[in-house]
């Protein structure tokens, strides 16, 4: 079962804006992941953040966690067209490298 | 990086036939693989955990009779739908673990399947 929530849904802005998205979720974890999806195609692994981490960086990307709120935020800089695309996060709340995926947020960029 | 594939990438079937769906790892073992369905604008939703050399693992609620899984070999998981009905019309994604702790998760490119 999914176990994770994600806000916004879906977010709208314009190139060179920046993109804040939420994910919080129920149970302890070792570790959680943010991936993209573009539309109709697969998965791509993004950033993955331990829980003795706050804070990890990967060129425009910067992923926090607050495993004492048990919520994790995932923040691009600089946005442009090519980032539009769904994001996820997921942790191994499933144990045994189970992924468990939040609901998404799509991610909209005007030119 | 390491690459997963799947096969095929989309397809359409009647009604009561069924499909196999392949999903290999190209240049890494892997003992385990997981199989996900994805609906239209929503999540992944795990299905099956799909075990080398033995019996695959299945989530709550997904028939087991119906989702046959089979990990023959280290590099080739195949989740075959027996008997597909339209409500079975969806996006299927494989991944697989690979890393120093297994932690990170590699993802086929998907299978669209459509039942007529």
């Known amino acids: 079962s999914q176990q994770g929530e994600e806000d916004p849904q879906a977010l709208s802005i314009q190139e060179g804006e920046n993109a804040t998205m939420n994910c919080s979720y129920k149970t302890s974890i070792n570790n959680l992941q943010w991936y993209r999806q573009n539309s109709g195609r697969g998965l791509v692994h993004l950033i993955l953040?331990?829980?003795?981490?706050r804070e990890k960086h990967s060129g425009r990307l910067r992923v926090t966690l607050d495993t004492s709120k048990k919520s994790s935020s995932l923040l691009i800089t600089a946005s442009r067209a090519a980032d539009t695309a769904s994001y996820f996060c997921?942790?191994?709340?499933?144990?045994?490298?189970?992924?468990?995926f939040g609901a998404g947020t799509r991610l909209a960029v005007h030119p | 990086g390491a690459v997963v594939s799947q096969h095929p990438s989309w397809v359409i079937c009647k009604s009561g036939t069924s499909v196999k769906i392949e999903c290999r790892s190209l240049d890494f073992q892997a003992t385990t693989m997981f199989w996900y369905r994805q609906f239209p604008k929503q999540s992944l939703m795990l299905m099956a955990t799909?075990?080398?050399?033995?019996?695959?693992?299945?989530e709550q609620g997904v028939e087991k009779d119906k989702f046959l899984i089979n990990h023959a070999s280290l590099t080739l998981s195949t989740l075959t739908v027996t008997s597909a009905h339209p409500e079975d019309s969806s996006f299927y994604i494989c991944?697989?673990?690979?890393?120093?702790?297994?932690?990170?998760?590699?993802f086929g490119p998907g299978t669209r399947l459509t039942v007529t």
């Open positions: 953040i331990r829980s003795n981490e």
């Open positions: 799909s075990n080398e050399g033995s019996k695959a693992t299945y």
């Open positions: 991944s697989a673990p690979h890393g120093r702790a297994g932690d990170e998760q590699y």
């Open positions: 997921a942790t191994d709340a499933g144990g045994y490298n189970k992924l468990i």
